[in-house]
């Protein structure tokens, strides 16, 4: 079965950091690329960042969120930092059949979702 379980959501004040977890089952990471995406209340889901054999970011996230990956672990890191009240979402982690990351990827699998809420 594959899985994709996010964690390390929370509560910060602007300026503080997260790292969140994507931790994932039934399937070699080796095969797939792993994206970011987030999604506030009321606003579209937008792609955050992706890894397999390069990264992407999005705009908003160049400079202040990293991006990695333990394969050993099948673990993927998303590293926050300066974070802003308009990151707050939920995040989701989701695979793609694909090891290069690029526009229009097909994510056919998605974990739970966890929240991000940056406020002072």
């Known amino acids: 079965q594959l899985q994709l379980v996010e964690s390390g959501g929370g509560l910060v004040q602007p300026g503080g950091s997260l790292r969140l977890s994507c931790a994932a089952s039934?399937?070699?990471?080796?095969?797939?690329?792993i994206g970011w995406f987030r999604q506030a209340p009321g606003k579209e889901r937008e792609g955050v960042s992706c890894?397999?054999?390069?990264?992407k970011y999005a705009d908003s996230a160049k400079g202040r969120f990293t991006i990695s990956r333990d394969n050993a672990k099948k673990t993927v890191y998303l590293q926050m930092n300066s974070l802003k009240p308009e990151d707050t979402a939920v995040y989701y982690c989701?695979?793609?059949?694909?090891?290069?990351?690029?526009?229009?990827?097909?994510?056919?699998?998605w974990g739970q979702g966890t929240q991000v809420t940056v406020s002072s």
């Open positions: 989701a695979a793609s059949s694909s090891t290069w990351c690029e526009r229009n990827l097909r994510y056919d699998y």
């Open positions: 039934g399937f070699a990471l080796d095969y797939y690329a």
């Open positions: 890894i397999s054999r390069n990264t």
